[in-house]
């Protein structure tokens, strides 16, 4: 299992989520009041950078889920660089209609299917299945400071 960072914009810089910027530092620099964190797709070299990794790893047969469609241009991007592999790898792009948590949640139920012996086609179902139907609880800090 590989992540496909998204990439954060704070005050104009841009860092690779989780791989430019820790979880710990990005919540640091959002403290201030007037931060607003803004958030922008991977790109097409970033996508095949993931995929032939994976190949070279040894993997034939790719599953991306990627954040909501309607929320990111990620399911774009993903999509348009999968065909670059062309004959290298199957690479099967689905839309998880959710977020990150939801997106997890889809994976490891995918993980389990294959570590029980589920076929990849078993396992790009199971995901179409879910997406979308991955719940995503919330809750905000209220209380000011």
Known sequence: MRWLPLY???NEERFRAGVDLSTEAFYERIRPKGVVPETSQPTVQDCVDVYETAVKDGHREILVLTIAAELSGTFSVASTSSQQLGSKAR???????????GISLIATAVARLRDRGGSFDAGVALARRMAGGVANPASTDTRGD
């Open 8 to 10: 954060v914009i704070l």
């Open 91 to 101: 690479v099967v792009v689905v839309d998880s209609r959710s977020l990150a948590g």
